[in-house]
């Protein structure tokens, strides 16, 4: 898909972003997409427009081609009326499965926020709480950056839930980079999977966390006389199977129960705390339970980044690399002004140093970025295209 663009548009980010989706991009969309309700978020808006229902993709490339989205989602749920702007005349059909990692949440990582006033350049620190610019009165803006290392860590964690999703449960997700922050993992369901209530997926997290295992369950031979029976084994199932390759990493080869723990020198609340921390998923469940989430759709445009919502290989995620270019949607040459001096670094292109006011010429796929971050202004694009 090429599309040349060309400069002098006011509006240049939002100019970039209808042009990709009047060229048709290729949208990853469930086979009933007759069943979700779509939304999206405009330029220059901080509310969503809700409630849209399409027949099939081509009317809602339609849609996209008059109205341009920064951010594009579909709903994880399926209604017999997606259009009904009220969610309880909707007829809920059921709904898939949706887990999201962000990798700064992750435990050693964290993200750079910086807040500054785009009007001054001003950099505030983090523990000013005003919302104005002490200096100017302008309102504050905000920009976040993942760390490489993160999304790397974060690609590792996605491989993680997919293999014990499917290991442990027959589930088979397909793994989705974000754009931005982390990755995401859907399950197409149908029943029983798809009729899980916020009650049942909230069981489903805990599970996956390791959140309230309980020990008299996960080891029931125990009795006032000891341990008995036979150590859990890797090959047991669910997380029995899990503390057993703990237990075999920590002491191998021992046959009782009893006679690991006290080569390791642990009782069994002990071992569960150190096999969560080894096999715990550190999935955001706010996404998970919620039976009505609006999923960001695959191939649409990060509004926060301008990447792509992409499909990642399980085989690919061991060894996945933040690559900024990989992702973009955009080559060619941008001639940004930046609104704030700063000198940072970009997950997967490198550092880049900017000076306020000082025009900039980049690859576009890095100007986009910056622009989308809210961090410069795109002056001008030379031969920029769809790539």
Request: charged share 25%; proline share 6%; aromatic share 8%.
């Amino acid at each position: 898909m090429t599309s040349t663009l060309h400069p002098g548009s006011s509006r240049p980010l939002q100019r970039l972003f209808h042009a990709y989706y009047a060229a048709g991009p290729p949208l990853e969309l469930p086979a009933d997409m007759e069943l979700r309700e779509f939304a999206y978020q405009p330029f220059g808006s901080k509310s969503y427009v809700r409630h849209l229902a399409f027949q099939n993709k081509s009317m809602l490339l339609d849609e996209l081609r008059r109205k341009t989205p920064l951010h594009l989602y579909y709903s994880s749920a399926k209604y017999q009326y997606p259009e009904a702007p009220n969610m309880d005349d909707k007829g809920w059909l059921g709904s898939d499965l949706i887990f999201d990692i962000d990798a700064d949440h992750l435990p050693g990582c964290s993200s750079l926020k910086i807040r500054f006033c785009p009007a001054c350049g001003m950099i505030v620190g983090q523990e000013y709480r005003g919302e104005k610019c002490p200096r100017c009165g302008h309102s504050l803006s905000e920009f976040i950056v993942v760390p490489g290392e993160c999304l790397e860590k974060a690609a590792r964690e996605a491989l993680r839930l997919a293999e014990r999703l499917e290991s442990e449960l027959g589930l088979r997700p397909t793994v989705y980079f974000s754009g931005h922050r982390g990755f995401h993992l859907h399950v197409e369901c149908e029943e029983p999977c798809s009729q899980l209530d916020s009650g049942h997926r909230r069981e489903l997290v805990d599970y996956l966390k390791g959140i309230g295992l309980n020990p008299d369950i996960l080891f029931p031979a125990q009795s006032s006389r000891g341990f008995s029976a036979a150590s859990p084994s890797p090959s047991d199932p669910g997380w029995r199977g899990l503390l057993g390759k703990t237990l075999e990493h920590l002491s191998p080869g021992s046959k009782k129960l009893k006679d690991a723990l006290r080569d390791i020198g642990m009782g069994v609340e002990e071992l569960v705390k150190v096999a969560v921390k080894e096999w715990g998923i550190g999935l955001d469940e706010k996404v998970t339970i919620d039976t009505k989430r609006l999923v960001r759709i695959p191939g649409s445009l990060h509004g926060k980044t301008g990447l792509r919502v992409r499909r990642v290989e399980l085989s690919d995620l061991n060894s996945f690399k933040p690559s900024l270019e990989e992702y973009a949607a955009f080559r060619g040459k941008i001639l940004l002004k930046p609104l704030l001096s700063i000198d940072f670094e970009i997950p997967g292109a490198g550092r880049v140093e900017l000076s306020r006011g000082e025009a900039v010429r980049m690859e576009a796929y890095k100007g986009v970025y910056l622009a989308a971050k809210g961090i410069a202004v795109i002056l001008s694009m030379e031969e920029v295209e769809i790539s």
